[in-house]
């Protein structure tokens, strides 16, 4: 079981790649071609590790701020993370996005006067990653060389960020969960597997109860 102080122990250590391998042992689908691309660059394991870091907490914490403040450092000016080579990276800015957006959707009514901040660098974010869609609905990255790699990484994108507040609208999501569902035939076994995850996350409820739906269900289970 991940814990948070094993994400706290390899972002200290800086061990991405050690934390990525992690996440995915703990049930983040994530293949070994888009491991090795995430593990680039700190921003691919800080946006995932803050993505998990979320789901282990009730709210904000002194790891997700520090996350939080780490990850708003490593974007760019105009909202993407750069790889490497300096390259604006969708594999990375939606790493970033699924990290950000995770805090917004679980965190944000606890995140005070930090959360205009948080939502305009997340707008940001998934700005640019729009800007790297292409006409069909799907990405392509600076390292996706043929058709099945723009494949894993727009499915791996779509499984990401698929229940993320804005993405459906802001980055055509439906149209890129449709282009993938149309290519199912032609996908490998990893990113099919991406593809069903994405499809199951959209069909998940999103939307937290707020307290007179609990109360309200409180009292039908009572009576």
Known sequence: MLSINTIDRALESRDYDRLLRD????????????????????????????????????GPTALSKQLSESLLRLQSPEGAILDAAGRPSCLLTAAFA??????????????????AE????????????AAMQREDALFAGPEDRDEQDRLLTSAFIGYLLVDAPGFAAVCRGHELLSALEDRLEIATPDTTQLINMARLARLSPTEKPVASDLYDRRVLTAS
Not at 39 to 57: F, H, I, M, P, Y
Not at 98 to 115: C, E, K, N, P, T
Not at 122 to 128: H, I, Q
């Open 23 to 58: 996440l995915a042992k703990n049930g983040l689908v994530m293949p070994l071609p888009l491991r090795v691309q995430l593990a680039e660059s700190s921003a691919g394991a800080r946006g995932l590790g803050l993505r998990r870091l979320v789901e282990l907490t009730f």
């Open 98 to 115: 699924a990290g950000l957006g995770r805090v917004l959707r679980d965190h944000g009514d606890r995140l005070g006067d930090r959360l």
């Open 118 to 129: 948080i939502q305009s660098s997340c707008d940001r974010s998934l700005g640019r990653l």
